[in-house]
T-cell receptor
């Protein structure tokens, strides 16, 4: 089955710890995205990548880092510099910089602070 | 805050029609999208409309587009309890490589 897989579904972070959220897609999409969703709010873009080995900051990149070493993978690291990491994190992918930029989403990872 | 605006909440009785409204910003947007999010899940694409269309119908869903007012609406006919979810409209921003900007979402509650 084609799709986007995020893992883990739930993640807990201790004070001062970095944690990495996984996102894998087998849709052969060029572009991948990370969003943060806070309760009762919309999506805010953290980072995006339109091609392997390249990525750009979104609206709220501070305290986060990403890599794009493979087309199918776009892991997000929530660093200790992110002081309020508790949120629902969503990964998406699309064909990229086209007028019809339909994004397909994973099921999300819920991150909480211990 | 979001540049794409939506009302926060809509309550509707089962069997009635729901209308969810959205105001977007980029008049050059070629496509506009509606996504659905069920509790604890990711976003699922419901439908989209090309900007040269005024209306698109897909089974129980009707999308209306008013480009002059930059207003988009989603009508769900015969609303069911399974339609209870958060609905997001989204537009690509041409100046930003067609990245999608999402509205804040409208929570729809369907009462039996």
């Amino acid at each position: 089955d084609g799709g986007i897989t995020q893992s883990p579904k739930y993640l807990f972070r201790k004070e001062g710890q970095n944690v990495t959220l996984s996102c894998e897609q087998n849709l052969n999409h060029d572009a991948m995205y990370w969003y943060r969703q806070d309760p009762g709010q919309g999506l805010r873009l953290i980072y995006y990548s339109q091609i392997v080995n390249d990525f750009q900051k979104g609206d709220i990149a501070e305290g986060y880092s990403v890599s794009r070493e493979k087309k199918e993978s776009f892991p997000l690291t929530v660093t200790s510099a992110q002081k309020n990491p508790t949120a629902f994190y969503l990964c998406a992918s699309s064909w990229g910089d086209l007028a019809k930029n339909i994004q397909y989403f994973g099921a999300g990872t819920r991150l909480s602070v211990l | 805050g979001e540049d794409v605006e939506q009302s926060l909440f809509l309550s509707v009785r089962e069997g009635d029609s729901s209308v969810i409204n959205c105001t977007y910003t980029d008049s050059s947007s070629t496509y506009l999208y509606w996504y659905k999010q069920e509790p604890g899940a990711g976003l699922q694409l419901l439908t989209y409309i090309f900007s040269n269309m005024d209306m698109k119908q897909d089974q129980r869903l009707t999308v209306l587009l008013n480009k002059k007012d930059k207003h988009l609406s989603l009508r769900i006919a015969d609303t069911q309890t399974g339609d209870s979810a958060i609905y997001f409209c989204a537009e690509p921003i041409k100046a930003a490589g067609n990245k999608l900007t999402f509205g804040g979402g409208t929570r729809v509650l369907v009462k039996p």
